[in-house]
Nanobody
Framework: QVQLVESGGGLVQAGDSLRLSCAAS????????MGWFRQAPGKEREFVAG???????TNYAGPVEGRFTISRDNANTVWLQMNSLKPEDTAVYYC?????????????????WGQGTQVTVSS
């Protein structure tokens, strides 16, 4: 099973940018759809952005559309570029891998998860 490791989180001010990275362990990474999710304290894990195996299709949650961009290479990395960050973006961010053909917004569609990286946005 693919193993995922996120990096790039940190403490920033509102309006700043961060770029999260997710590195995968398998050479078959290029066959997986990838997603970014986040979980704030006391809240359920929520979909942020997803990209299909080829990179030809992406999907974003409403609160981040226009500010966040998901991208990937076919080697082993997926990125989440986060611009114009807001305090409500504060959460632990997780990347996840799915063998499905479509970009799913549901956590149950993803079979592998990273350990998460903390993003904190101060006002």
């Amino acid at each position: 099973q693919v193993q995922l490791v996120e990096s790039g989180g940190g403490l920033v001010q509102a309006g700043d940018s961060l770029r999260l990275s997710c590195a995968a362990s398998e050479r078959t990474f290029g066959t997986y759809g990838m997603g970014w999710f986040r979980q704030a304290p006391g809240k359920e894990r929520e979909f942020v952005a997803g990209i299909n195996w080829s990179g030809s299709s992406t999907n974003y949650a409403g609160p981040v559309e226009g500010r966040f961009t998901i991208s990937r290479d076919n080697a082993n990395t997926v990125w989440l570029q986060m611009n114009s960050l807001k305090p409500e973006d504060t959460a632990v961010y997780y990347c996840a891998a799915s063998s499905g053909a479509l970009v799913s917004v549901f956590p149950r569609s993803y079979s592998a998860w990273g350990q998460g990286t903390q993003v904190t946005v101060s006002s």
